[in-house]
């Protein structure tokens, strides 16, 4: 769903897990909705794992980008 990113990597393989790290605020919780939505959307099944986001965190956050509006 991601062109430039799919090129690179490939895309995501159905029936694998993949691991998105990199330092703190990089962007990879806002990276990983993204991901989950559009593979969510495409009616694949999707289990999110975060170590460092509390589930509420990540149901606000996916909340406020499908709205459009400020987390804050």
């Not at 895309?11 to 939505?37: C, D, F, M, R, S």
């Not at 999707?46 to 804050?72: C, M």
Request: charged content about 20%.
């Amino acid at each position: 769903g991601f062109a430039a990113l799919d090129e690179r990597i490939g895309g995501l393989e159905p029936g694998t897990v993949t691991l998105l790290a990199a330092k703190p605020n990089i962007g990879k919780t806002t990276l990983a909705n993204q991901w989950a939505y559009r593979v969510a959307a495409e009616g694949a099944p999707v289990l999110y794992v975060s170590f460092e986001n509390p589930p509420a965190d990540l149901v606000r956050k996916q909340l406020t980008r499908l709205a459009g509006v400020n987390a804050t």
